[in-house]
């Protein structure tokens, strides 16, 4: 059986992930591409009533860290990823969806939890060896925002072929636009003084200069050299990575480990449930009451409560 969708209840924070068909580099961080998928996520955030704490967009993979309830959570990332297709598809001269499985979701439990998992979302470009520094990287990314106390990641995008059109002009502010995606004030930092939200920003920033560190020491023993932006911009859209790609095990959860084993006890009672249920509807039509958190299935066709 396919894993139900849970999203617990009092839980309103969580990690959102989701790949490209094939793992193909169908996100490459082109200047257009980038744009087209911050307006797309500020697209997002008006649409519903969502709050935006982190982001990465690599090239074959997106990282969210939002603030969100269950039924909101999922109508944003289908209408998210369905106009990245409509915006993208395009440029790259192809038709249908980008991303077929559907986006991962992990629930977030504790303050510890949430900022490590803020630092892990905003080290995915320097982890993979794309740039040296997090600030570096080319496509959408919210770290430097954060780190500077900035309230929207802005995004720019200089149109060259319509400012070659109009005989270049002096006045390239006509030819350029820029989009902002608001970000939602972390929770830990919410009624912090001026002086102390400088140092949760610092604390940051040298947490990200200790894993770059790290991985210019691994760079080097490996012998592994950073991609420069241009190989990155003209990347092959339809390319995947090189060699096989090992599965890592994703937590269920972000969290202490009490926490997450409830967490686990939970959703399992809750399988139960919906197996009993599923076999009651099979025999009588009638689609008993569900827990909290859970999308029952067949809703609309019969919800008479057990």
């Not at 649409?47 to 999922?74: C, P, Q, W």
């Not at 970000?183 to 140092?199: F, H, Y």
């Not at 995947?240 to 006890?265: C, I, N, S, Y």
Request: aromatic share 10%; hydrophobic share 40%.
């Amino acid at each position: 059986m396919r894993r139900l969708r849970y999203y617990p209840p009092g839980v309103s924070t969580y990690h959102v992930t989701s790949k490209c068909v094939d793992d193909q580099f169908l996100w490459r961080p082109s200047q257009r591409s980038t744009f087209l998928i911050a307006r797309v996520l500020a697209a997002t955030l008006e649409k519903y009533d969502i709050g935006l704490y982190a982001a990465v967009v690599m090239a074959n993979h997106f990282h969210l860290v939002v603030r969100a309830e269950s039924t909101e959570l999922s109508a944003a990332m289908q209408f998210f990823k369905s106009q990245i297709a409509l915006a993208l598809n395009p440029l790259l001269g192809r038709q249908g969806a980008m991303s077929k499985e559907r986006f991962r979701h992990q629930p977030v439990l504790d303050d510890a939890s949430f900022m490590q998992l803020v630092h892990y979302v905003h080290a995915n470009p320097v982890r993979a060896h794309c740039v040296e520094r997090a600030h570096e990287w080319p496509g959408l990314s919210s770290f430097s925002a954060v780190i500077e106390g900035r309230h929207a990641i802005e995004v720019a995008y200089f149109d060259e072929d319509a400012w070659r059109e109009a005989g270049k002009p002096k006045r390239i502010a006509d030819f350029t636009e820029t989009v902002r995606v608001p970000l939602t004030t972390m929770p830990q930092w919410e009624g912090l003084s001026a002086l102390e939200l400088r140092a949760a920003r610092q604390a940051l920033r040298s947490s990200m200069n200790a894993t770059e560190r790290e991985m210019d020491a691994a760079r080097q023993k490996a012998r592994i050299r950073v991609r420069s932006v241009a190989s990155l911009r003209n990347a092959d859209p339809r390319a995947r990575p090189k060699g096989a790609r090992p599965r890592t095990q994703q937590p269920w959860a972000f969290g202490a480990r009490e926490a997450v084993r409830a967490l686990r006890d939970a959703y399992r009672s809750m399988v139960a449930f919906y197996v009993e249920a599923s076999t009651r509807f099979r025999e009588t039509g009638v689609l008993g009451g569900f827990p909290e958190g859970t999308f029952p299935p067949w809703a609309g066709m019969s919800t008479v409560a057990a």
